[in-house]
């Protein structure tokens, strides 16, 4: 089945200093491709040094003279979040656009950050938090834009407020789910704060909809040898074009929230065709367990306690 041309023109962002985390491969590197190539000054802030030193090299066979250097990153470690933020603190230079895309999900078993928290909530949503927090200072000094890389396991589910980390009943998706509404929850409140408080940042949110991106695929990190057994469904549907986004494709709405000209703050982003799996990028009504604000404000709350995010210092 031949597929329709879905793309995103990514504005000029000469001058703009542009931090993307999960980067290093797939999804993340393709959406750093463009940003290099839009001129932007981009900053990988990475796990594994190696990846990130073939990531580079991918970006620059397609843009030679692209600005992209890399920094130490692991967010499943609030101290190694917290040494990104010393360092780039440390330069001084204001950050313009923010995109949280790295995430896990489906570890093989129930596993632990390096603070003891379930390892999917510790690192997609508190190892953010906490990112953004000790950036703040640049993030208002460049007047951001962060955009947080949400997912369609955000449309149901909640949260457990009693047993964040799962301790006394674990399901690996709910918890996933949990992490990305979360996460979710905590992007809107960005957005609100930000506007009670005058920091004069922009929030909003993106989802990739449904396509075989890596995170599926064998995660050494976390324990996973080899892709879960639906990747090759997944796989399968996308290469004939049937309901299903690309890995090429999968990054436009974030790339569309974080960049578009005409992206709102607080609004939400993801594939237009059907089930919101795949398609063309476009605005979208927030998922359900999104819609609170009193969620959300809790969300932030327990966030900050958890993850001593510097949130009060830095405003």
């Known amino acids: 089945m031949a597929r329709t041309k879905i793309d995103f023109s990514v504005p000029d962002l000469t001058g703009r200093r542009v931090v993307i985390t999960g980067a290093s491969d797939g999804m993340g590197l393709i959406m750093a491709t463009r940003l290099a190539g839009a001129g932007a000054e981009l900053v990988l802030p990475v796990r594994n040094a190696a990846k990130g030193d073939r990531a580079i090299t991918q970006i620059r066979r397609s843009h030679p003279d692209a600005t992209v250097s890399l920094r130490t ?46 390892v999917q909530f510790g690192t997609n949503h508190l190892g953010h938090f906490a990112l953004v927090g000790h950036l703040l200072p640049l993030l208002r000094a460049g007047r951001a834009r962060v955009t947080s890389q949400i997912s369609v396991a955000a449309r149901r589910g909640t949260i457990n407020w009693d047993d964040l980390n799962g301790d006394r009943s674990y399901n690996v998706m709910r918890a996933y789910s949990q992490s990305k509404i979360a996460f979710g929850l905590f992007g809107l409140e960005l957005q609100r704060r930000s506007e009670a408080q005058g920091w004069g940042i922009t929030s909003n949110l993106s989802h990739p909809g449904v396509a075989p991106t890596n995170l599926l695929g064998a995660r050494p990190e976390i324990g996973r040898s080899q892709t879960v057994p639906q990747y090759r469904l997944i796989q399968g549907l996308s290469s004939r074009g049937i309901l299903l986004g690309t890995v090429e494709t999968a990054g436009l709405p974030a790339l569309m929230a974080a960049t578009g000209p005409d992206a709102r703050p607080g609004a939400f982003y993801g594939p237009s065709g059907p089930g919101n799996l795949g398609g063309r990028p476009a605005e979208q009504r927030l998922y359900p367990p999104l819609r609170s604000p009193e969620d959300a404000a809790r969300v932030w709350d327990v966030s900050e306690r958890l993850a001593k995010a510097p949130f009060a210092a830095s405003a």
């Open 73 to 118: 990153l692991d967010l499943s470690s609030l101290a190694s979040v917290a040494a990104l933020g010393d360092t780039l603190r440390g330069e001084g230079d204001p950050i313009h656009v923010l995109i949280n895309n790295a995430g896990v999900m489906r570890p093989p078993n129930r596993q632990l950050t390096a603070d003891g928290f379930e």
